[in-house]
C-alpha cells in the first residue's frame, strides 16, 4: 500500500502546454508538499499546505499552482511549461506539529521539449 | 536564510571499506536534523532524526552523530546495496520547512 502516490511518473510534453501532476497520501497527514528536483539533484520546496490551506510558498513562477481539495491531495498545475520546467517533482506529506518528518511519493518526471 | 552543505558530492567504496558522509549546517536555531535516503528514480526515504548536539542515531550499517556545525552518517562495513544518494536536511525553529543539501552520492563496489 504506497503512502504517498503520485500520477503521472513520468510526463513529456511540448514547450507551451498546461499539464497537472496529481498526489495523495494515505498517512492521515495534515500537511503536503511540492518539491522540485534537478538535473543537480538538488531538491528545493515549492509550496505547503496545511489542511487545505497554503502555509508555504516559495519564490516560483506564478505558472505553477497547487490546489489542494482536501487534506489527503494536493495536485500542482503547470501552465505555458518551458524548457527549464523541465525536472523531478516530489510530493511529500507531514504530521502538523514540530517535528517535521516528511514522506515523500516516487516522484514525477516532467520533459519538456 | 538556512544553508546545508554536504561532502563529499560523490564517494566510490569497497565493500566492508567504512567510511563517513558530511554535513554542515547554517541555521537560526536547529529543530531538528534529518538523514534521507535517495535511490535512483525513487523518492527520499527517512533514516534518522538528530535534535541536539552529542546525539547519536543507529540503523543497521548506518551511524549519525550531530554537532553543533555539522552531522555525519557514518557506514561501516558498506555492502552494494547501501549505494544511493544520502540527503541532510535542516529545520529551523518555528519554522516547517527542510532545507535540503545536495546529497552524498554513495557507490559500494562488491
Known amino acids: 500500500d504506497t503512502a504517498v502516490s503520485q500520477t503521472p511518473k513520468y510526463l513529456v510534453t511540448q514547450m507551451g502546454n498546461d499539464k497537472s501532476i496529481k498526489c495523495e497520501q494515505n498517512l492521515g497527514h495534515d500537511t503536503m508538499y511540492w518539491y522540485k528536483q534537478d538535473s543537480k539533484k538538488f531538491l528545493k520546496i515549492m509550496f505547503s499546505y496545511n489542511n487545505k490551506e497554503l502555509i508555504i510558498n516559495e519564490t516560483v513562477p506564478n505558472r505553477f499552482s497547487p490546489k489542494s481539495p482536501d487534506k489527503a491531495h494536493l495536485n500542482l498545475h503547470i501552465n505555458s511549461l518551458e524548457l527549464g520546467d523541465s525536472a523531478v517533482y516530489f510530493c511529500a506529506s507531514s504530521a502538523f506539529g514540530s517535528l517535521n518528518i516528511q514522506y515523500f511519493g516516487a516522484g514525477t518526471r516532467l520533459s519538456v521539449l | 536564510e538556512d544553508q546545508v552543505t554536504q561532502s563529499p558530492e560523490a564517494l566510490r567504496l569497497q565493500e566492508g571499506e567504512s567510511s563517513s558522509l558530511n554535513c554542515s549546517y547554517t541555521v537560526s536555531g536547529l529543530r531538528g536534523l534529518f538523514w534521507y535516503r535517495q535511490d535512483p528514480g525513487k523518492g527520499p526515504e527517512f533514516l534518522f532524526t538528530?535534535?541536539?548536539a552529542g546525539e547519536e542515531k543507529e540503523k543497521e550499517r548506518l551511524k549519525a552523530t550531530l554537532t553543533k556545525k555539522e552531522s555525519f552518517l557514518h557506514i561501516t562495513a558498506p555492502k552494494p546495496e547501501d549505494s544511493a544518494t544520502y540527503l541532510c536536511a535542516v529545520q529551523a525553529l518555528g519554522n516547517n520547512r527542510l532545507a535540503f543539501g545536495k546529497g552524498n552520492q554513495v557507490v559500494v563496489i562488491p
Open positions: 538528530l535534535y541536539s
